[in-house]
Structures are given as C-alpha cells and as structure tokens.
C-alpha cells in the first residue's frame, strides 16, 4: 500500500480502504458513510468521496436500499482468463517457488497462467509476445529481471496487453514490490550486531550495484552506526551459483573478503558458500553470509544459510488480485504494492554461541 502525506484526505482513506479489499480484509458489506467518517475522522462528504472513488474502480457497488459492498472477486471476472509470466529463467529457484505459488492459486481466479522465460534476450521478448497474441492472453505478469532496458520494457508496453509489474522498473504500471531497502537494512543491521561494520555486498542487478534498493539499504544500516561505505568490499556478478562463487574467490585472491557478506540472492549464496570452504575457510567463524530470499531448501545446504524472506503466497495473492483489478478496471490508476520482509537466522549467521535457527518478523 502507497500512501503520499501530502494527499487528499479522501485518497489517503481509499487507499487504505482499497488495501484492505486486496488482503480480504474488507469483504461483503461494508461500513455505512456515517460510520466510516467517525472511523476515520472526517465529515460525511469527504467518506461519500472516498466510497466513490472505489465504486469508480469497481472495487465497490451500491445496492439501493441495502448499501455499499466489497465486488466479489470470484465472480468480478468473466469467463476463463490466460495470463502470461515473463521470467529471466526458471534456473534460479526463487523464480519457480513464485510459479509455484501461481499455480497453487489460479483455480479458484478461473485463470491459467502461461510462463515464458526470456534467458534476459532481447529478441525472446519478441517471440513471447508473438505467442501471446496467438493464445489469445489478458494480461502479462513481467518480473523485473526480464527486461533489464528500456528497449525491452518499451515493446513490452507496445504490445498493448495489460502489464503487471513483479519488482519491475516500469512507470505507469500495477507492479508488485519486494520491500527490498527494509530487508537489506535488517539483514545488514543483523551482520553489524553480531560480526562488525566490515560488512561486503555482491550484487547480481543488471542495473549496477548503487542503482538498486538492496544498496541503499545496506549503505544506510552502514553509515546509521557510523560505519562508512568500503567500496573495495562491492562486487557485481550475474545473479547465479557461479557468480556467486566467482564474485566471493576473487575477494579471496585479492585478500579483501569482509567479515561478513550479504549477497544479492540466497543462491548465489550457495556459490559463495562453495568459494569459502573451498579456501579453507569456516562459516561464520571467518566469514558470516546473509542472502536475499529464502528459496533454497535448507536440506541442500552445506552450511543453513541466514537469509531475508518474502511471502511466495502474499506475493501470488497480491499479483493475481491486481491481475483481475485491472481486467475489471482497466482504466484504474496503477497501484503499488509492498511484500514485508522477514529476517531467518541461520547457522551462516548466527552468533558463534548461538545454537537453532530464528524468525524475526
């Protein structure tokens, strides 16, 4: 949920009202005006505008005599819908645990969803979309990672299809956000406590290292204990078990490998794990690790690995509910939605007298 300060009351109050339909917080009957504006204290005028909003949208409609009510999602949408996924790969096992969370839930939305994979080339973009036309699809889902530059997010928009965005730096657009700065501040903030300010970071963003909201994050939980940004201590990789590997051994060979890393994605943690040992290391006595989702199972771990965690089902729920928003709605203004992250501590991590594994929320 986005909420600007300097918005209208009536907006900030639809906002919230709106959060609260997409979580299913708000079904059925809702609240009468009367009550809404003693809720949320405002006059009546101002509640009727923020209900108008929504039954603008289609979220809501009045029966006369009886109220307002929440649009029933299950039978919002007409008919069978195909909506299409575009992923970088389905190698990276945060990507199918996503797919997976889809699936589960696209029964009960009367939806298929029909994944394609771009391999990040540019002409794979043409191809899906030429497939897309062919079946006849509502919608697209695109993950960030998908379409790196402007030219491959342009034909994405041309093709005129509605676009959902997953962590996707397209402006306009439905997207759905990885709470990504919170979870690099608090896996940061986590290294700092327990293993010092001597803290790295390896990236795998296409879009450079300080671009990203996983830096600002980390930068930040740096320089709020006084720490200062080592530069030396930053490396940028493709976002794999091998560049995980190869990012960590030349930190290795140049006898810079900070006190503690936190890497881009928990398999490219993988990778660094593998470097480590390799050079006769011990994790976290010589090095503690952090990653960026908790995708991996901790069975096929050598060392369990600490990581930030987003809810693959709040992720899925949220896609498929802006999914059949924007196929009631078309012409609705785009909505920006957040994933909260958890901290999972893990042996990689964990305070050498520490023993189990923790959840912080």
Not at 32 to 54: D, Q, W
């Amino acid at each position: 949920m986005s909420i600007r300060s300097n918005q209208p009351i009536y907006l900030h109050v639809a906002e919230v009202l709106r959060h609260k339909i997409y979580t299913k917080q708000l079904t059925g009957k809702i609240p009468g005006i009367r009550e809404l504006a003693r809720e949320y204290s405002m006059n009546f005028k101002t509640a009727n505008k923020a209900v108008a909003v929504l039954i603008d949208e289609g979220l809501l409609h009045r029966i006369q005599g009886k109220g307002t009510f929440v649009v029933d999602s299950a039978t919002g949408l007409h008919g069978h819908h195909i909506v299409g996924f575009i992923l970088p790969d389905l190698i990276n096992p945060n990507f199918a645990h996503i797919v997976q969370a889809l699936h589960q839930k696209e029964a009960e939305k009367n939806i298929s969803i029909l994944v394609s994979t771009t391999d990040r080339q540019l002409s794979r973009i043409e191809d899906i979309l030429r497939m897309y036309r062919q079946r006849g699809i509502s919608a697209i889902i695109v993950q960030g990672g998908s379409a790196p530059d402007t030219e491959a997010l342009t034909r994405i928009l041309d093709a005129k299809f509605p676009v959902i965005g997953m962590h996707t730096r397209i402006e306009g657009i439905d997207n759905v956000w990885l709470a990504a700065y919170a979870g690099a501040q608090m896996a940061t903030d986590h290294l700092i406590e327990h293993f010092g300010l001597h803290v790295g970071h390896i990236s795998g963003s296409a879009y450079g290292i300080t671009n990203t909201r996983r830096f600002s994050g980390y930068r930040d939980a740096i320089l709020s204990k006084g720490g200062n940004i080592d530069f030396s201590l930053l490396k940028s990789t493709e976002p794999s078990y091998a560049g995980g590997y190869k990012a960590v051994k030349e930190l290795i060979a140049e006898d810079r490998l900070p006190r503690s890393l936190f890497m881009y994605n928990q398999i490219m943690v993988m990778g660094a794990i593998n470097a480590i040992i390799g050079a006769g290391l011990s994790i976290p006595q010589d090095v503690a690790l952090i990653g960026f989702d908790d995708s991996v199972d901790v069975a096929e771990m050598i060392v369990p690995t600490s990581t930030i965690d987003f809810s693959y089902s709040d992720t899925a729920n949220q896609l498929l509910a802006l999914v059949e928003r924007r196929l009631n709605n078309p012409n609705s203004r785009p909505e920006q939605i957040r994933i909260a992250p958890r901290l999972i501590i893990r042996e990689s991590s964990q305070p050498i007298d520490d023993v189990g594994s923790r959840i912080l929320s």
